[in-house]
């Protein structure tokens, strides 16, 4: 019978029914306390809690409020930023806010104990430009870089007919611009010395440049002639020049020059994977010079043949050498001059160069090699320079020697471009002074003995320049 | 005396993972002190942690501070950062990277962007903490810090198969933090 009562559900439930009344006893008996107080509470004092309670809340409303909008200005301001932006912009601008930073008139002002916080993949993939489907354009603000480089100077010389003067040299605005991450736009805009003593604007070189990779670049425009170190390492600028002046050998079409010192063309150039021997190249092709006297000699729009013009350059850097730089360049081009037979022009040149952050060793020699269509005769033309210069503090004292040496009834440099070759050459010596990093004074000295000359019968002519040159 | 040695390892274990991993720091090189402060110190060369390069010799570590490398093995482009002028850190770089003055370093860059040699200068940022930061967001990024400095956002690279806790390690700073 018990163990029948035992095993009833009855009983069970009894038990369940035990152990929650137990157990449940202490907690209602809590509630009715709480509640009681809370009752007496509310009958003292709960009006004024209740308004500090919403007075609080309300201000922390505010806050909360105030917080939001500016998190949402800043997402704007970084939305709007990262449009088109290029991928270290992006991680210099992002990165940074995301940590804490603020910005002040003078950079940036960083928390240094907050740490990093990363950018999301899709931005950062985006500002790399890895997976990018397009290059994009930052409308929002300009893309221009402008450096300029610019010299006055005074001179003169024993050479009959000349005087001393001021002369104002080349303004050269260097204007660039990283479209995207592969396209760059390069441009020199030169103010100099025009015809008679006027001074004449000149776009010297305006190139669109595409980089693929190291081993890849490919330009678009007008530039400087891929011929041998001198005419592509110093431009038009005469800040990165020791000297005054360029060597005879290398001076621009437009200062009786002898070289073609500018194309309009394409090129493509880059570095050969050669390890440790450095080796890069450029290879070029546009439309040469013109062969008609008196006409501009850079053909910009239209070219009186159809025979394009061809330079490859091809020099090394060692590793274990760092500043030497050894090449070889030649050029191939037709010259038309009307009513005339063509004749075919290729010069080969050779450099060796070793330039230190203080001393400076450029050593080229130039072969011109003109032949007439027609004559089984080839016009040489030779020339050399060697030039070093070592800088003691502010002062780079240095020393230039030149040479050229045209045959006689050479077809091309007088009846075509009016230049007097002939024979001449003659040691430079000079002292550069750096007043600052930006601004330089420079004394040279030229001493060149004439041969053979169509314009002077004058067997040497002394000459004295001070010049002033400055980057800005 | 199970018990004590067990809670002892529970508690040694929990702040072992408590502690964040970028506050773990590089350990000191052998030969120089490992305090930020102190005046002689190595300079790491830090990379941002999804570069894969590990190692570079001093050669080509200068050819990309020179601006001859444009991109790194893995497609990314290459960008050098550098400190402002007055760190003992960037005079460290200039004297046995660069192997330049300061002007020299200008005007090298002036140069080569003029020329088209380079086709990016250096960024220069104004601190080792934003440095620091501006290598851990850009995956192309390259730049220095002074090995105390280090922390675990950004990868030291090895030169010339050393790094910067090795007692012939090349890069060193002469000169106390600013």
């Known amino acids: 019978m018990r163990m029948n009562i035992l095993r009833s559900k009855n009983f069970s439930f009894l038990l369940i029914g035990w152990a929650i009344a137990m157990r449940g006893f ?72 995301s940590a804490g930073i603020e910005k002040s008139q003078h950079g940036l002002r960083l ?98 440049e595409y980089r693929y990779s190291d081993y890849f670049k490919m330009a678009f425009g007008r530039d400087q002639t891929a011929i041998g170190y001198y005419n592509l390492a110093f431009r038009h600028s005469s800040w990165f020049q020791i000297p005054t002046g360029r060597p005879f050998l290398f001076r621009f079409e437009d200062e009786g020059g002898i070289l073609p010192g500018h194309i309009v063309g394409a090129s493509a150039s880059g570095q050969i994977p050669t390890g440790k021997l450095g080796l890069h190249y450029i290879a070029e092709v546009g439309n040469g010079r013109a062969g008609a006297a008196g006409a501009a000699p850079v053909q910009n729009f239209v070219d009186d043949n159809t025979h394009k013009a061809v ?73 050399f320079y060697t030039q070093i210069s070592q800088r003691f503090g502010s002062y780079t004292p240095y020393f230039r020697y030149q040479y050229a040496n045209a045959p006689n009834n050479e077809p091309v440099f007088f009846p075509i471009y009016q230049v007097s070759v002939g024979l001449q050459h003659g040691p430079s010596v000079g002292l550069r002074y750096d007043f600052s990093e930006s601004v330089a004074a420079k004394l040279q000295y030229d001493y060149t003995y004439l041969r053979r000359q169509q314009t002077t019968t004058q067997p040497s002519i002394s000459q004295l320049a001070l010049q002033l040159s400055f980057a800005f | 005396m199970r018990h004590i040695c067990a809670v002892l390892t529970s508690l040694a274990a929990a702040l072992l993972f408590a502690l964040p991993p970028q506050h773990k720091t590089v350990e000191a090189a052998p030969g120089s002190p490992g305090t930020r402060n102190d005046p002689r110190q190595a300079l790491a060369i830090i990379v941002n942690r999804s570069n894969p390069i590990e190692n570079l010799s001093l050669t080509d570590l200068r050819k990309i501070f020179l601006g001859e490398r444009s991109r790194w093995p893995n497609g990314h482009r ?98 106390p933090a600013k």
């Open chain 1, 26 to 97: 202490p907690l209602m008996l809590g509630i009715l306390a709480n509640t009681t107080i809370l009752q007496a509470q509310a009958s003292n004092g709960g009006a004024d809690v209740d308004k500090q309670t919403i007075q609080l809340l309300l201000r922390r409303i505010e806050q909360l409020e105030a917080a939001d909008k500016q998190l949402q200005q800043r997402v704007a301001q970084l939305e709007t930023a990262q449009h088109g932006i290029t991928l270290e912009a992006a991680a210099e601008a992002l990165a940074p806010a």
């Open chain 1, 111 to 208: 928390d240094s104990t907050s740490p990093p916080v990363a950018l999301p993949s899709e931005t950062r993939t985006a500002a790399q430009g890895e997976a990018a489907p397009s290059e994009r354009v930052d409308d929002g603000k300009t893309l221009l870089n402008i450096r300029g480089f610019g010299d006055y100077g005074f001179g003169g010389s024993n050479q009959k007919g000349t005087t001393t003067a001021f002369s104002l040299g080349q303004v050269d605005f260097f204007i660039s611009s990283n479209i995207s991450e592969r396209f760059r736009f390069v441009s020199d805009l030169v103010f100099e010395k025009g015809v008679g003593n006027a001074y004449e604007e000149d776009l010297e070189r305006v190139l669109l």
């Open chain 1, 311 to 383: 330079a490859v350059n091809i020099f090394a850097r060692p590793d274990f050498l760092p500043g030497l730089q050894v090449g070889f360049s030649a050029y191939r081009d037709v010259l038309s001059p009307p009513n005339a037979a063509k004749i075919g022009e290729t010069d080969l040149n050779t450099y060796i160069v070793l330039e230190r952050s203080r001393f400076e060793w450029l050593n080229e020699a130039l072969l011109i090699r003109h032949t007439p269509e027609g004559l089984p005769h080839t016009f040489n033309t030779s020339g």
């Open chain 2, 78 to 175: 290459v960008t050098v950062t550098m400190m402002e002028s007055g760190y003992a850190e960037r005079d460290a770089v200039l004297r046995d990277i660069y192997r330049m003055t300061e002007s020299g370093y200008r005007n090298h860059f002036l140069k080569g962007t003029y020329t088209g040699d380079i086709p990016v200068s250096p960024k220069t940022l104004s601190s080792p903490q934003i440095l620091r930061k501006f290598i851990f967001n850009a995956p192309g990024a390259i730049g220095y810090l002074r090995a105390s400095d280090v922390d675990a956002t950004v990868k030291v690279i090895r030169i010339d198969g050393r790094f910067p806790s090795d007692l012939d390690y090349k890069l060193q700073i002469e000169g």
